[in-house]
């Protein structure tokens, strides 16, 4: 089939790449034209996993290509995805106004069939938005005709394609027997192993991605407050982790502590649903707790630091590992690690921060503000104390005699909970973990 991505971010990329692998033709268009450029000369914008290597192979074979023309891009294609940013507007509203501006010029150059795709993560409601602008700027005498389809996405970065490849799920919605016919011969070769293709209608597709993503962000925030309390009563957060992980019910997965969610998704989502919830006067009791349980987590491992040092870090050095807001990607939106440097920064302390992937990302925010390292021990070398911001693997076993020699004081704040805590009693460190005891000479 023929494809048009409108939006080549994350999601657009892996999307347009993903559905090219299986032999559809992809043009992929995008506003950015630095971006376009970069991806026409054969390099790939963003840092994810097993995506380069298919970006190449669907280039070379000419089922995948970029341009800034919407017009080019969307003239042969049946199918139109819209994954355009829906980013927090007022009052954390989802900001609308690219998938309806996409819409507008979309409807103003169509002139046969075209199903339309939302990818983007949208409000309950938006699709009838969507079909409105069709139904308003369409010309209908030259043929133009549309389905609007809701297809959420719920890849995760780090793991994008193969989420993709084999997704738990695909959720269309749609009324139009059509579209669903569209649908499911685009996505049957995605779900052979026997995963669902969920249908239903609009509105419900298009609360299934705001209700799937808040239930991981309150499980998050869960166990973060879990972890919390484990600290005040003296419980180890692992144990229970564990024991209430074997119940299937609860599942083992997203049971995790840590400084907070972060991203691009959770926080704008749960934020979203909150405020679509009481713009039809529902009061979303738990989500709001959510939010402000993740605030409050963002903040501490700081507070754990400054409660170490007495209050005062003025002139103390930080070796922070760590950027990304997850590993195995390059986003640092809403990361964590952007909360602490902050932080860090106003009450005087410095930093030398090291990241596999996000560095020069988080170079485009504070500058010199901040210093970086090559590689994870540099950042150590004469360390009043290390902290963890995200748990690439990397980190996880590293040379802790090559530690040793570098940093000034054992003393680690781990955010992610990475070490046996037994190991940093043989070890000699001080170290402060999340909702585990504290390991202290
Ligand atoms: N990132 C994720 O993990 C993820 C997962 C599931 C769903 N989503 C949702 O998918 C949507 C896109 O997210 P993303 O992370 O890919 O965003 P992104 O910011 O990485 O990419 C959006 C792209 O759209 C382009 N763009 C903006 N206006 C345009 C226009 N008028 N025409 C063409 N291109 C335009 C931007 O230049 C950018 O390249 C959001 O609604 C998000 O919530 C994201």
Not at 57 to 78: G, H, M, P, W, Y
Not at 345 to 360: N, V
Not at 365 to 378: A, L, P, R, T
């Amino acid at each position: 089939m023929k494809i048009a991505v409108v939006g080549t971010g994350y999601v657009g990329l892996v999307t347009g790449t993903c559905l090219a692998e299986t032999g559809n033709t992809v043009t992929c268009v995008d506003i950015n034209e630095q971006k376009v450029k970069l991806m026409q000369s054969g390099q790939i914008p963003i840092y994810e996993p097993g995506l380069e290597m298919l970006f190449h192979r669907n280039i070379e074979q000419s089922r995948l290509t970029f341009t800034t023309n919407l017009v080019e891009a969307v003239k042969d294609a049946k199918i139109v995805f819209l994954a355009l940013p829906t980013p927090p507007g007022e009052g954390g509203a989802a900001d609308l106004s690219y998938v309806l501006g996409a819409a507008e010029s979309l409807a103003k150059i169509i002139i046969n069939y075209k199903l339309i795709v939302t990818k983007s993560t949208v409000p309950v409601g938006t699709a009838d938005k969507v079909k409105a602008v069709f139904e308003k700027h369409l010309d209908k005498t030259s043929g133009g005709e549309v389905d609007v389809v809701s297809n959420p996405e719920f890849l995760r970065e780090g793991v994008a394609v193969d989420d993709f490849m084999k997704p738990d799920r695909v959720v269309i919605g749609t009324k139009s027997e059509r579209a669903q016919k569209i649908m499911s011969e685009l996505y049957s070769p995605y779900v052979r192993q026997g995963n669902p293709i969920i249908f239903m209608d609009e509105r419900s597709s298009e609360l299934t991605k705001y209700a799937a993503n808040s239930f991981l962000a309150t499980k998050i925030s869960f166990m973060n407050e879990i972890a919390n309390l484990c600290e005040l009563v003296g419980a180890d957060v692992d144990a229970i982790r564990r024991g209430i992980g074997a119940d299937e019910r609860i599942g083992k997965r997203f049971l995790f502590p840590g400084i907070g969610y972060g991203g691009s998704c959770f926080p704008k989502d749960v934020q979203a649903l909150v405020q679509s919830a009481s713009e039809h006067t529902y009061d979303f009791k738990i989500l709001n707790s959510v939010l402000e349980v993740n605030a409050l987590q963002k903040k501490i491992l700081v507070e754990k630091l400054l409660n170490y040092y007495k209050g005062d870090i003025k002139g103390k050095k930080f070796a922070l590992w760590g950027l990304a807001f997850k590993p195995e990607t390059d986003d640092i939106r809403e990361a964590p690690a952007l909360d602490i440097i902050e932080n860090l920064l106003e009450y005087g302390a410095t930093i030398t921060a090291f990241d596999p992937q996000a560095m020069s990302q988080v170079k485009n925010i504070f500058g010199e503000k901040i210093s970086f390292s090559s590689n994870q021990y540099d950042a150590l070398e004469g360390a009043d104390a290390l902290v963890i911001a995200t748990e690439w693997s990397l980190f996880r076993n590293p040379d802790f005699d090559r530690m040793e020699s570098l940093i000034k004081h054992k003393v680690i704040f781990d955010g992610r909970n990475l070490y046996d805590l037994q190991k940093m009693i043989d070890l000699g460190y001080y170290y402060n973990s999340i909702g585990r005891k504290l390991v202290q000479l």
